[in-house]
């Protein structure tokens, strides 16, 4: 039962740790049924999906883009997310800004980092954020604000190696908290965990669980 899970997860969430129910692939009923349940921050991870729901369910729902995100999509998503977790490079993030401007909005940001094992994830190293965080064209950007860190652990039956990636997006907040957002209090968000590993994440110090099977089920995987 979704209403259940919901529950069952949000109950044993420490203070300071907020679900994002990921309901990629999921149909409204199903996250109405969430809805009912009290949930109101959910995540999706294509463009062509999250716009629809957003525009029919209802408009309390923070929605969360939380896939890897093509510049050309940006244009669909600015007018209904709340925040971006995936933002991988500066160009990605000047296209949000721009899209958020012609809304009037701004875009909270969180930048995704590499720490797993497998080549096909996304991410910066934080040599090439910090890259970005230094120069100019950042600074110009008025309609974004970044509020924090993504990261996704490798998929590994090893809770070690699992705590020691997660461990690794948590210095690597640290690190740019002291470096670039020391005066921000705004930039406070780590997510990381889902449904196999959200517990880990949480002892590594997540403010954001991203769980989607662990409440609505295995997926039905659509095309896009
Ligand atoms: C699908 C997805 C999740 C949720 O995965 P589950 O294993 O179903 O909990 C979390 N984060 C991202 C980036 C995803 O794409």
């Known amino acids: 039962m979704i209403s259940e899970n919901i529950k069952h997860i949000t109950e044993s969430l420490p203070a300071g740790v907020r679900l994002v129910a990921v309901s990629k692939f999921n ?48 244009k669909y998503i600015a007018p209904y997310v709340s925040c971006i977790e995936s933002v991988d490079s500066l160009h990605l993030l000047k296209e949000i800004d721009k899209q958020a401007a012609k809304c009037g909005r701004v875009i909270d940001c969180l930048l995704q980092f ?8 996304f991410g910066f ?38 705590a020691g ?4 997006v948590k210095e690597i907040f640290n690190t740019l908290k002291v470096e670039f957002f020391a005066d921000k209090p705004s930039f406070c968000e780590i997510s990381m965990g889902m449904t196999h590993d959200y517990p880990i994440a949480i002892r590594c110090g997540a403010t954001l669980i991203r769980v ?13």
Not at 115 to 120: F, L
Not at 165 to 168: A, L, N, P, W, Y
Request: hydrophobic fraction near 35%.
């Open 125 to 162: 190293s934080i040599d090439e954020c910090r890259q970005m965080l230094s120069s100019e064209e950042y600074k110009t950007l008025l309609n974004i604000n970044i509020t924090g860190v993504m990261g996704m652990a490798s998929i590994s039956d090893d809770p070690a190696q699992i």
């Open 27 to 74: 149909p409204n009923e199903s996250i109405v049924e969430a809805y009912n349940a009290g949930q109101r921050l959910f995540g999706e991870s294509h463009a062509q999906e999250l716009v629809p729901k957003a525009e029919s369910l209802p408009k309390d729902i923070k929605w969360h883009f939380i896939g890897h995100l093509q510049t050309n999509k940006v």
């Open 212 to 224: 989607g099977s662990g409440i609505f089920g295995e997926r039905m995987y659509i095309k896009h």
């Open 114 to 121: 590499h720490v797993a094992q497998e080549e096909t994830k």
């Open 165 to 168: 990636e997660f461990t690794h």
